[in-house]
């Protein structure tokens, strides 16, 4: 079927953290989730569960892993086996999760900044020291500083690594050489790698890239490697709460099953057993149009700039829908030009400094909207940094 992506839905009152936390005025471009309607045959799986009137405890059928077993094969060439799998109520969760479960007092993590803050959050949380090996900007994407990483990975207290890939912010997708260095030196150096996949299916067509997972370089790092995948990011379901772990090494699959009995985290909830398997299982249809319209939202958003905000440069995504801008030439502080657009525009974005300090100077965007709110959100980001006086 033909899917809409341009209606607009009301989702204030709909007890939306995008739209709900905030003042009714603001139009928020913030949290990554998409104002899209889910696909059809994710919707229609919810209410036929719905649909019957008892739900107690909730027991995943035998099919339920066999979903996104199917889906990586299919869409990203890498076979699992069912065995590998656990449940996560969230990738955010599990990075908690880790924290508390793979570090003894003193041992450290090592991520790359600018990064997700809840890499750092969940580590500054659980008094994890964090390392950071900051990202080279160069020619308008991030490049790896390898000789750094290397050097950090070799820290005896250096125990794990909190990988993005893709790279939340900027949307850069790590090459094939890129990751097997990374997953050499880590695996080398005894560091555990723990490889945040979610955004692994909302990659752009026209540049021709395929996600590689980490776990599918080689065997050996296979078996120092945690994949965090979710149907969640990429069909729209933040919401149900289901994601899962793909752990083929026996003795850390056992580590992490233990600690999540320990806190007593079982089973997915009802609604996400039914909505994550038609999303693995019948979802490639919308999803292909989704990266069509996102396509479209991310030349939109090119050409509204080059347009009307020529001082603001995007730097040029692989993947996923959250836009990485750069508002360096306008030689304003972050903060100035934040509260600009916050207060002057009522547009929510998020700060590029909360992904860390290497992130002044950049907002991130979320452009998985209907095309009429992309362009409501820039209008009320040119008209915020025109009542501020930061452009003419
Ligand atoms: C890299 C990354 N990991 C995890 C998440 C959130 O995961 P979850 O909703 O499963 O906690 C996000 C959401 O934006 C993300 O960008």
Request: proline share 0%; net charge negative.
């Given at each position: 079927m033909k899917y809409d992506f341009d209606q607009v839905f009301s989702r204030r009152g709909s007890n939306s953290f995008k739209w709900d936390a905030g003042a009714a005025d603001l139009l928020p471009m913030w949290v990554a989730d998409m104002d899209f309607a889910i696909a059809k045959p994710i919707q229609e799986a919810i209410i036929h569960r719905a649909e019957h009137p008892v739900f107690g405890y909730s027991l995943p059928p035998a099919e339920y892993f066999e979903a996104p077993m199917g889906w990586l094969q299919r869409r990203h060439g890498w076979k699992t086996e069912k065995s590998w799998y656990s449940h996560c109520p969230g990738i955010v969760p599990a990075l908690h999760i880790f924290a508390k479960a793979f570090f003894q007092p003193g041992e450290k993590v090592l991520m790359q900044m600018p990064v997700y803050y809840p890499f750092f959050g969940a580590a500054k949380k659980n008094n994890v020291p964090i390392v950071e090996n900051e990202l080279i900007y160069k020619d308008g994407r991030y490049e790896i500083d390898f000789a750094n990483f290397e050097a950090k990975a070799k820290d005896p207290l250096v125990k794990v690594f909190y990988l993005c890939s893709p790279h939340n912010p900027g949307g850069r997708m790590w090459t094939k050489e890129e990751l097997q260095k990374m997953g050499d030196i880590c695996t080398d150096n005894g560091v555990l790698i723990i490889s945040d996949?979610?955004?692994?299916?909302?990659?752009?067509?026209?540049?021709g890239k395929k996600h590689i997972p980490m776990a599918a370089i080689s065997e050996k790092i296979a078996q120092n490697t945690i994949t965090a995948i979710a149907p969640s990011k990429t069909f729209n379901?933040?919401?149900?709460q289901t994601s899962f772990l793909i752990i083929s090494n026996p003795e850390i699959k056992a580590k992490y099953d233990k600690f999540m009995d320990s806190l007593g985290i079982m089973r997915p909830n009802a609604f996400g057993i039914q909505a994550s398997m038609a999303a693995f299982n019948e979802g490639d249809e919308w999803l292909e149009q989704a990266l069509d319209y996102l396509e479209g939202n991310l030349e939109f958003l090119r050409q509204y700039l080059a347009k009307h905000l020529p001082g603001i440069k995007i730097m040029e995504p692989d993947a996923t829908y959250l836009i990485w801008m750069d508002?360096?030439?306008?030689?304003?502080?972050s903060k100035v030009f934040h509260d600009a657009l916050l207060e002057e525009g009522k547009v929510w974005l998020d700060e590029g400094y909360i992904f860390g300090p290497c992130g002044q100077g950049f907002e991130r965007i979320n452009i998985a909207c209907p095309q009429a709110l992309l362009e409501e959100g820039l209008n009320r980001m040119k008209s915020g940094l025109k009542k501020a006086g930061i452009i003419k």
């Open positions: 996949e979610i955004h692994c299916d909302l990659v752009f067509k026209n540049h379901l933040a919401g149900l508002f360096r030439e306008l030689q304003v502080d």
